[in-house]
């Protein structure tokens, strides 16, 4: 089974600023990651898909990078709706699998 | 647009078997562009991939939970199940119910269930 690595496991910001959240699988996953978002309490809302494809609808400073086992999600200039926890997913091989989530926080 | 709604009992005993259907409206789980997913979240814990089955029968499974689960679909009814048995305090937990395409595009709302005697 793939096992994916998500760092930092929390982080704390202020709004405006530049977050980067990584992923790391344990064996090459070419571009076969997406990024979801998820707030207390509700289902989790996908943001970018095959590693860098933004979900339409979406704002322009979501962003996603990499291919093969390192991935990354971007967020530039934080919004206060953007304080929430994020997740990874392969969906390379089954059984997929996710990554612990990054809760990005108010400093 | 797509919706997924996901029903079943909110408390299942310990050692009994815990069964949760979703309904898919506005769109149809014969699609052959989709899987059809369950997922779930223990209080305070990340997200776990219990599963998917494809319109034409084909699941497959967590490794660690695959001899406890059955996904299943009813395409008359537009409706995909989950069954999972023996269950313990571990299986606690708000699980949703998901379609995967492009990524997990459309998600249920989620339903808790609490193992509980």
């Known amino acids: 089974d793939i096992q994916m690595t998500q760092s930092p496991s929390s982080l704390s910001t202020s709004v405006g600023d530049r977050v980067t959240i990584t992923c790391r699988a344990s064996?090459?996953?070419?571009?076969?990651l997406s990024w979801y978002q998820q707030k207390p309490g509700k289902a989790p809302k996908l943001l970018i898909y095959d590693a860098s494809t933004l979900q339409s609808g979406l704002p322009s400073r979501f962003s996603g990078g990499g291919s093969g086992t390192d991935f990354t999600l971007t967020i530039r200039s934080l919004q206060p709706e953007d304080f929430a926890t994020y997740y990874c997913l392969q969906s390379f091989s089954a059984p997929y699998s996710f990554g612990q989530g990054t809760k990005v926080e108010i400093k | 647009q797509v919706q997924l709604q996901e029903s079943g009992p909110g408390v299942v005993k310990p050692s009994e078997t815990l069964s949760l259907t979703c309904s898919v409206s506005?769109?149809?789980?014969?699609?052959?562009?989709?899987?059809w997913s369950w997922i779930r979240q223990p209080p305070g814990k990340g997200l776990e991939w219990i599963g998917y089955?494809?319109?034409?029968?084909?699941?497959t499974y967590s490794s660690s939970l695959k001899s406890r689960v059955i996904i299943s679909v009813d395409m008359s009814k537009n409706q995909f199940s989950l069954k999972l048995t023996s269950v313990t305090d571990a299986d606690t937990a708000l699980y949703f119910c998901a379609r995967v395409g492009r990524g997990t595009d459309v998600w249920g709302q989620g339903t808790a269930v609490t193992v509980s005697s």
């Open positions: 506005g769109g149809s789980v014969s699609s052959g562009t989709y899987y």
């Open positions: 064996q090459s996953i070419a571009t076969y």
């Open positions: 089955i494809y319109y034409t029968g084909r699941t």
